[in-house]
C-alpha cells in the first residue's frame, strides 16, 4: 500500500519506487481502467470501516449517555483529517523529502499542488492513491477514539487528532510507505500493522494512562449498551476492511485476490479462537468475544496479507485470537490502565503480531510469497522488530508530549459532574435515546 509496487511473478522482492515522486508516471506506466475502478471501491470500502463500522461498533460498547459523542468524535475525525490530509499531512507522507527523506516528506504536494488529472501513480490515478491513503489517515485516529470515551473533552478529541496526524502518523507512514528509512531496510507492512495500528495502539495505551480511568474503574465496568449495535459495526468492518487489505495491492490481480483470501481466513480463525476460549474460561462464548476476536484477526493478518498465504493466515489468526485476549484482561486488571475498548490490546497487540509473524509465514516452505534475495527469516525478523520498536516509541513520546500540552492549554478530561451526566447532553446538547 504503497507507492511501491508489488508483482506477483516476484513477490515483494520486486518493489520498485516510482521515481522521485508518486505522481511521476514511468515510461512503462499507463492507466489501467480495472485497477481504477477496484481502488476507487476500495477506497469507498475503507471509509465505510470508519463511517459507519467503527462509530457504531465503538458506540454500542459504551454507556447509553455516551453514545452520540463517540459517534461524534469519530464523525468529526473523520472531517479533520480529511482537511489535514489534503493540507499537508499527504505531501509529509509521500512527496520526496530531498535531504531529509530518510526521515519525513517534502512540502512539494501541499493543497495538492502540481497534481492534475494526468498525474500517474503506477496504473491509477494520483488523485485516486491519494483518496485511498486519505482513508487510512481518517481511520488510524478514529481507532483512538476507543482509549478514551465517557470522559474527555471534545476540543481535546479535535485537537489531538490534528496534531498526532501530523507529528505521528505522517513521519510514521513516510517511514514504511514513503521510501524512509524503514523502507530502504526492507520492513514488510502491506496494509498497516506498524502504520496504523502499532501507532494507535500505543498512543491510546499512553492516552489512557494520561487521562485517568473512568469513575469506578475497574470495579464498576458497565457492560456494552447495545450489544446489537456492537455487532452491526463489526459486521461492517469485516467487509469494509477487503478494502483496507486487498485495495493495498494497489492493484485488480493476485495479489489482491490472495489479500483478500487471507484477511477473510484469519477474521474467521480469531473469532472462533477467542469465542472458544471464552467458553473455557466462563462456559459462555458471548457475542462481543466473537466480533472483537474478529477485529483481532483483522488486525493482526493486516501487515502479512500481501506476503503469506492461506497455512500463516490460520496460524496468525490462532495466535491473535488467543494472545489478544490475554491482553485485554492484562492491561484492565493487572496493570490497571483503562485503554476503554482495548485499543492497544486488540489493535496494537494484533499489529505487533502480523508485523512479527510475516516474517517466518512470507518464506516460500510457509506457503508465503518469499522474502527478499539473500534475506533469512532472522534477517527479517530484526528488521520487523525495530520497525515495530522505534514506530512504538515515536508514537508513545509523541502522544505523551500531546497529551499533556493539551491538558495544561485546553483540558483535557470533562469534570466529574460531566462524566455522570454523560458527554452526550454535556458536550453536544442531545440524547442518543429519548425514553420518556
Request: glycine content about 14%; overall charge negative.
Amino acid at each position: 500500500m504503497t507507492h511501491f509496487r508489488r508483482r506477483a511473478a516476484f513477490g515483494f522482492t520486486a518493489a520498485v519506487a516510482f521515481g522521485s515522486g508518486i505522481g511521476e508516471a514511468r515510461a512503462e506506466d499507463a492507466l489501467s481502467g480495472g485497477d481504477t475502478a477496484w481502488i476507487l471501491t476500495a477506497t469507498a470500502l475503507v471509509l465505510f470501516m470508519t463511517l459507519p463500522g467503527l462509530a457504531l461498533f465503538y458506540g454500542g460498547l459504551v454507556r447509553a449517555r455516551n453514545v452520540l459523542s463517540v459517534l461524534m468524535h469519530c464523525f468529526a475525525i473523520a472531517c479533520v483529517a480529511s482537511i489535514a490530509w489534503l493540507v499537508v499531512v499527504y505531501s509529509l507522507s509521500f512527496d520526496d523529502g530531498g535531504a531529509q527523506q530518510a526521515w519525513i516528506g517534502g512540502l512539494g504536494k501541499v493543497f495538492l499542488d502540481g497534481v492534475g488529472p494526468e498525474s500517474m501513480s503506477g496504473t491509477i490515478p494520483e488523485t485516486v492513491f491519494f483518496m485511498f491513503q486519505m482513508t487510512f489517515a481518517i481511520i488510524t485516529p478514529a481507532l483512538i477514539v476507543g482509549a478514551y470515551p465517557e470522559r474527555i473533552r471534545f476540543g481535546a478529541v479535535v485537537a489531538f487528532s490534528l496534531v498526532w496526524l501530523v507529528l505521528v502518523y505522517a513521519p510514521a507512514c513516510h517511514w514504511v510507505w514513503g521510501g524512509g528509512w524503514l523502507a530502504d531496510m526492507g520492513v514488510m507492512d502491506f496494509a498497516g500493522g506498524i502504520v496504523v495500528h502499532v501507532t494507535a495502539g500505543v498512543s491510546a495505551l499512553v492516552l489512557s494512562v494520561v487521562l485517568g480511568p473512568r469513575r469506578g474503574f475497574p470495579h464498576e465496568i458497565r457492560p456494552p449498551h447495545s450489544p446489537g449495535m456492537v455487532v452491526t459495526g463489526a459486521a461492517m468492518l469485516w467487509v469494509g476492511w477487503f478494502g483496507f487489505n486487498a485495495g493495498s495491492a494497489l492493484a485488480a490481480d493476485g495479489n489482491a485476490g490472495m489479500a483478500m483470501t487471507v484477511t477473510h481466513i484469519s477474521a474467521a480463525v480469531a473469532s472462533l479462537v477467542w469465542a472458544f476460549v471464552e467458553y473455557l474460561r466462563f462456559g459462555k462464548p458471548s457475542v462481543i468475544g466473537i466480533v472483537t476476536g474478529m477485529v483481532a484477526g483483522l488486525a493482526s493478518i493486516t501487515p502479512a496479507s500481501g506476503f503469506v498465504g492461506p497455512m500463516g493466515a490460520i496460524v496468525i489468526g490462532i495466535v491473535s485470537g488467543v494472545v489478544c485476549q490475554y491482553f485485554t484482561t492484562w492491561i484492565k486488571f493487572r496493570i490497571k490502565i483503562d485503554d476503554s475498548l482495548d485499543v492497544f490490546a486488540v489493535h496494537g497487540v494484533g499489529g505487533i503480531i502480523g508485523t512479527i509473524l510475516v516474517a517466518v509465514f512470507a518464506a516460500p516452505a510457509f506457503g508465503g510469497l518469499g522474502l527478499a534475495e539473500g534475506v533469512s527469516i532472522s534477517d527479517q525478523l530484526q528488521v520487523q522488530l525495530i520497525g515495530i520498536v522505534a514506530v512504538a516509541v515515536w508514537s508513545g513520546v509523541i502522544t505523551w508530549i500531546l497529551a499533556q500540552i493539551i491538558a495544561r492549554t485546553i483540558g483535557l478530561r470533562v469534570s466529574e459532574e460531566s462524566e455522570i451526566e454523560g458527554l452526550d447532553i454535556i458536550a453536544h446538547g442531545e440524547r442518543g435515546y429519548d425514553l420518556t
